[in-house]
């Protein structure tokens, strides 16, 4: 019995080792340009967008996610999860008036690349799906 005892503790150990370690080798992995791309959604219409120069940056210890180009655009604050990161910033328009607050969480799909969807915080029906694909 001691030495199942002492098994799953070893393991619990272990584990929780291995997600801190995990939880800090994502950080920097999320750091690097991006090519993302956005879909819309409109009643039955879809509309995909070509692929966008993005950047995940860190500065003071803040990750920003920032969509650098194209007519609609996104900035915010990343903060890495187990399973990708969340997103919370600011969706607007440039050359235009689209300005609104947006929330999101963006799962793994494999390795410097990531799908997720951004919400408009007073309407999280309205929404904008975002998939980023790191570049060099």
Request: hydrophobic share 30%; charged share 25%; glycine share 8%.
């Amino acid at each position: 019995m001691k030495l199942i005892t002492s098994m799953i503790a070893l393991a619990a150990i272990t584990t929780s080792t291995f997600s801190f370690a995990d939880e800090k080798s994502t950080n920097q992995d999320l750091v690097g340009n991006y090519a993302c791309a956005f879909t819309q959604y409109s009643g039955d219409e879809t509309y995909a967008y070509p692929d966008f120069k993005c950047k995940i940056t860190e500065k003071d210890g803040v990750l920003t996610l920032e969509k650098l180009s194209g007519s609609q655009r996104i900035k915010g604050v990343v903060t890495p999860t187990a399973s990708g990161f969340e997103f919370e910033g600011t969706y607007f328009c440039p050359w235009g008036d689209c300005t609104h607050d947006v929330y999101g969480e963006f799962q793994t799909q494999k390795k410097g690349e990531f799908a997720g969807s951004v919400h408009r915080s007073t309407d999280p029906s309205d929404f904008t799906d975002v998939d980023l694909r790191r570049t060099k």
